[in-house]
Structures are given as structure tokens and as C-alpha cells.
């Protein structure tokens, strides 16, 4: 039988061990089939995260609501909702919510690692500078990466679509941003050579991948393995669908092995 991929909500996430960090909880892991571990944080008003290292992979985090300081080997860097960065294997970091009355969103993913131990997560005093030879942080803003050109014949109806992540600024796996208006839809369409996983950071639609389908909302993670079918479609008459997620091991989408697979039609959308 194949495996089901129903989204899993924040809610449900696991509990670390402990000595991990505190405010990250894991959603999205080997456990439930995922090579890539992804996680959410929220951080309190004037709380911080504790400053770790991740010696066996890099790291990919946006910033869905809020604003704080990224701590990056003793460099302070304010961030904003919007921001994503991508933090090399071997490279200190933490984050530190600078609202005194705003919690602070974040969604990560741990490229390949599925938990904790593949990661090679360890606790940190926080200051320390990444070796050279393990690459440079790269931290940037969607709203200074264009929207994609993306061919409608070929599914793509999305209404912004962004890559704020990727091959073109030194990342192996891809963090996109994409907005559904109400009435959009991304068509049935699979990629072969990677894996996704996306998290719903605003508003309600309906999803598909593979025997799955069913309402998604603010708060799910949504994995889909390498060649599983999969669509999305915001039936909300007023409020758009806002999603980040990542490509793993694709620094683009050319890289995916994109293949469109065909409309979603009247059955799909049946909720029965």
C-alpha cells in the first residue's frame, strides 16, 4: 500500500530530549518517514533561543512573524518577518526575540538530517566563529529576490512565488515562499528527485499528495517524498494561502525533476 501523506499540525510536535534547544519543537521527522527534520519556534516576547551548533548538516530557517536579533558566531544581525538565512554546517547561532510584547515565529529545516543525532546537534555558549572552510551564512529578505516567471501550462498558478534560497546564493536545497490568492492552485505535479516540505503560515486550503487529501490550515507542515503527486488549491473566498518550504537537495526548481502530471478536478475537491 502506499504511504499516506496527510499534513501534520504544529500542534502534534515531538518533544526533544533533554538539552536541546529550548522553543524548537520537532514536526516533521525521520519518524514519520522524512529525511529532513522541520521544526517550529516560538520564541516569547524578550525570550532567546540557546545558542547550538549542527555539525552534521546546514540549517534553513524563515521568520514568519516578528523580530529579534540572529546571533551568528558574535555577529548580530536584526531580522524581520520575512527574513530567511541559511546557516552552514559547523557555525555557532541562536536568536533572540527583541519584542517586549510580540512572540517571534520561526520554521526550520535540517536539509538530510531526520533527527537530533544525524544533525550532530550540540549545545553551544554561543560567540564562536564557523570554521572558514564550512561556507559562508547567507541572510536575506523575500521581499529582495523577484517573484518567479513560473509557465501557468504547466501548473504553475500560484500568485507570488519566491526563492529567497537557492543555487543563486549558495544553498543545495531551495526555501520558497509562495502566495495563493483566493481561487489559486497549484496542479497535480510531482518532483522526482527531491523531497518537499512546506509549512501553512497563513490561511486555509485543500491539498493532495498521493491517496491523501484533505483541508490544510495555518500550522501544518505538509511532507511529500520524492515522485508523490501532490496539489494545492486556496478555496477561501477572501483570504489568501501563505506557504515557506523547502526543495531539498535542489538548489532549483530545475532540479527537482518537476514533472506536471495534469488539472485537479471536481473529485479532487470533493471533501466527501
Known amino acids: ?4 501523506c496527510d499534513p501534520v499540525h504544529q500542534d502534534t ?3 526533544l530530549p533533554a538539552g536541546a534547544p529550548r522553543y524548537l519543537r520537532p514536526v516533521v521527522t525521520g519518524a514519520g518517514g522524512s529525511a529532513t527534520l522541520a521544526w517550529l519556534a516560538e520564541v516569547p516576547p524578550a525570550a532567546a533561543q540557546d545558542c547550538y551548533i549542527l555539525a552534521g548538516c546546514d540549517e534553513i530557517v524563515a521568520l514568519v512573524d ?6 551568528l558566531g558574535g ?4 531580522v524581520r518577518a520575512g527574513h530567511c538565512w541559511l546557516i552552514p554546517a559547523g557555525r555557532d547561532r541562536c536568536f533572540e526575540n527583541s519584542s517586549a510584547v510580540e512572540p517571534a515565529r520561526l520554521v526550520g529545516f535540517w536539509p538530510g538530517a531526520p533527527d537530533l543525532a544525524a544533525a550532530g546537534y550540540r549545545a553551544s555558549a554561543g560567540g564562536a566563529a564557523g570554521p572558514a572552510d564550512r561556507g559562508r551564512a547567507v541572510v536575506i529578505h523575500e521581499d529582495a529576490v523577484p517573484a518567479e516567471r513560473m509557465d501557468a501550462g ?9 526563492l529567497p534560497l537557492g543555487r543563486h546564493n549558495g544553498s543545495a536545497t531551495t526555501l520558497f515562499r509562495a502566495r495563493f490568492l483566493p481561487g ?3 496542479r497535480k505535479h510531482r518532483h522526482e528527485d527531491c523531497e518537499e516540505i512546506y509549512y501553512v ?3 486555509e486550503g485543500l491539498a493532495g ?3 491523501s487529501r484533505g483541508p490544510v490550515r495555518a500550522g501544518h507542515f505538509h511532507h511529500i517524498p520524492a515522485g508523490t503527486e501532490h496539489w494545492l488549491v486556496n478555496r477561501d473566498g477572501a483570504a489568501p494561502v501563505e506557504v515557506v518550504g523547502v526543495y531539498v537537495g535542489a538548489g532549483g526548481v530545475d532540479e527537482t525533476g518537476y514533472v506536471y502530471t495534469g488539472d485537479v478536478g471536481a473529485a479532487d475537491l470533493d471533501p466527501a
Open 209 to 211: 499528495a498521493g491517496a
Open 201 to 203: 503560515i497563513a490561511g
Open 1 to 4: 500500500m502506499a504511504r499516506r
Open 184 to 186: 489559486a492552485i497549484h
Open 66 to 71: 516578528g523580530a529579534g536579533i540572529l546571533v
Open 13 to 15: 510536535a515531538c518533544v
Open 154 to 162: 504547466a501548473g504553475w498558478s500560484i500568485s507570488d512565488f519566491r
Open 75 to 78: 555577529e548580530r544581525i536584526p
